[in-house]
């Protein structure tokens, strides 16, 4: 408890009866006069009320009052109380030992609470140094439980995690008081229970609840939960950002890992693959060959022709993931480019049909060919690997608001509304294109990329009312110093 009234019963009326009797003894026996012995009763009582409460100093001061009157005020050994003396006595005793009774309980409440507060910020301080000096890769709802029961002497701690719907628990809380902890935070709300020493709080980050904690066993809890659950919630947020920080580090290193890998695979198929095409276009070159022969020849100068394409298109894939885009902008006929852009793929996926319109396409547009041609090709593979095979792919030319367009549809699945943002994202896969194909998730990151490198963008087009079309739109920005008009083509 914080405040104290100092010794209880009747232990203050005993103890000052005993000085006040071997007061009486004493000046009786010196044959002192009234005034005299009134001033030392008056002492007796005043330190005796140091400690004790009202009731026991009024009971002192009567008890003084009939010493006073029976032994030293005339006529001695008869009690006179209507005597003026007792009167003044007894209004000097009684207001003395009241005031001094009522100014030390005042005293001892202020000093127990000064003793309380400071106990609880040894406590609050002993949490943090828990906190701080603890691995935040291991610190989890169980191991802050078990500090904060620690470090206040609880009977138990619970966590309710939302994410997992997981109650987590230290010591051994009623079960109810676990149901009460997670009812808490569904209804979003905190309880204080200082007759049951009970605190059940939100645990708040950037204004959105992560949790709930309930302490069963804290005293004042309406004082203290705030400043343990504030310690709480940093514990966990430091937890949270050096997890993150870590995994960050991690998946640096691996890139770093996997960029020297491709480099090297990339360098090691380049002279294999070099040596066949020069060997499949001089064994054609260097005598006349049956049709078969022939045939299977040109057949492994065309894969081997495509390997090396998809090889050194990984590679700079993989090198835009990693270093920034610094594109080199030139003006070029934006119909062409994208033209042959479309049929260099085409020679790569004869199987496949691939239809250009041209009709509104813009004259010009100012572009890094090599870099657009990356991203329009992973907008062709990404329309092939996930439409069905005897569905033509279709790319579309259009110029609006200052940009070059090229839109690539396909017929496919609908990509679930909460995928179409996350699909732009660094190694996302949505569900459905880790059934249909593999793939590393970082076409449609880099492609953005690119788009944004030439002032441009890559969206996710709504979806039709055939609800069966898939179109992602790439624009880079048109060449204001050439004509903005459409061409014409044959």
Known sequence: MIGQNGPAGWTPVLRGALVLAAVTAVAFRVHLNSAAVACFYLIVIVVNCLDCGPWSAAALSLLAVG???????????????????????????????LVVSRLASRARQAAGRARWERRNLERLYELAQRLISLDPLSLDPPVLLNAVRQAFELESAVFFDPVSAHIYTAGNPPAEFA??????YIASRDL?????????????????SIGAIGLLGLEQPDRVAGPVVALAVAGLERARTVRAETRASAEAQSEALRTAVLDALAHEFKTPLATILTAAG???EAAPLPFEQAELAEIVEAEASRLSDLSGRVLRLARLDRDQVQPRLEPANFADFVQSVVERYARMAPQREIRVDCAAAPAYASLDESLYALALTQLLDNACRYSPRDSP???????????????VSNRGNPIPSMERDRIFERFYRGADSQAVTHGTGLGLYVARKIARAHGGRLDLEPESSSACRIAFRL????????????????
């Open 67 to 97: 010493c006073l009157d029976y032994f030293f005020i005339d006529p001695v050994f008869a009690f006179t109380v209507a005597d003026p003396v007792d009167i003044a006595a007894l209004g000097a005793f009684l207001t003395s030992s």
């Open 282 to 284: 001089g064994l054609r």
């Open 179 to 184: 149901d009460r902890t997670r009812d808490a």
């Open 393 to 407: 792919v279709e790319v579309k030319l259009e110029a609006r608001d200052g940009f070059a367009d090229a839109v």
């Open 475 to 490: 624009s880079v920005r048109l060449d204001t110093n050439r004509s903005p008009h459409a061409a014409t083509h044959a």
């Open 192 to 208: 204080d229970d200082a007759g049951q020493r009970v605190a059940i709080r939100q645990l708040r980050l950037a204004g959105k």
